[in-house]
């Protein structure tokens, strides 16, 4: 088993990308990995409560660790999260980094 | 526990994407923590150490240059290398060569590099682990 850090920047209203990123956390959790995926910059807009908020809370519920940056948060004025979703701190992302755990960012 | 070791590897150029912002968070986070930092800067990511970066004021908002308060990267860049000297850590910062020549930027803030890809390697071979920050 192995841990993953997977950082989304991308917005899903512009991005269809984004999803394929979603889709590769649900993998690596169904395939026994411990997977931490972090929202940053636009990357946080659907924790918002919104349209694609619901992958985030299936993802959430399939076991992956949905966490958005708190400053991007704050920069756009988000302070009701989506089901699934709690805020972190930056200092979350160099915690994985330093553990060795691997690390993408899209 | 050991010193760890961090190489993050950024190819935006300056005063374009959120991307930076967010690399020189975790950057700073890495300096406060008094970890090794090596920076491999790649394409338009050169231009961040570019030391002729010059503060403007904002005659549009009517902000003189102490005002606007205009942030530069290579300030940033100087920052986090004294806060990671600060903090007992060291920041290799590396300058992609090409990159540099292309763009004309070859002066760096003091205490970063000239360097090329193989610099990336050796930084990937000697860390504990590499961030990749790509261009959108």
């Known amino acids: 088993m192995a841990e993953y850090l997977l950082i989304e920047s991308r917005d899903p209203f512009e991005s269809n990308d984004v999803g394929y990123l979603y889709e590769l956390a649900q993998g690596l959790v169904e395939s026994g990995n411990q997977v931490t995926l972090f929202l940053a910059q636009n990357g946080v807009l659907p924790a918002r409560p919104s349209k694609h908020s619901a992958a985030l809370a299936a993802l959430a519920r399939s076991g992956v660790n949905v966490l958005a940056d708190d400053f991007s948060l704050q920069e756009r004025g988000i302070t009701k999260l989506a089901e699934g979703v709690t805020s972190a701190s930056i200092e979350v992302v160099m915690d994985h980094l330093a553990a060795g755990h691997k690390t993408l960012w899209h | ?136």
């Open chain 2, 1 to 136: 526990m050991s010193k760890k070791t961090i190489t993050v590897a950024l190819m935006d150029p300056p005063y374009e994407t959120e991307n930076l912002t967010t690399a020189f968070r975790i950057l700073g986070v890495a300096a406060q923590r008094g970890y090794n930092i090596n920076v491999f800067a790649y394409e338009g990511a050169s231009g961040l150490a570019f030391i002729r970066q010059t503060p403007h004021p904002n005659p549009v908002h009517g902000k003189d240059l102490a005002e606007e308060n205009h942030p530069t990267t290579k300030d940033q860049v100087a920052a986090l290398l004294a806060e990671a000297e600060k903090n007992g850590g060291k920041v290799d910062w590396v300058n992609c060569g090409m990159c540099v020549d292309e763009r004309g930027v070859n002066e760096f803030v003091p205490g970063t590099r000239r360097g090329s890809p193989a610099d990336f390697h050796a930084f990937v071979e000697a860390s504990d682990n590499v961030l990749v920050i790509p261009t959108k």
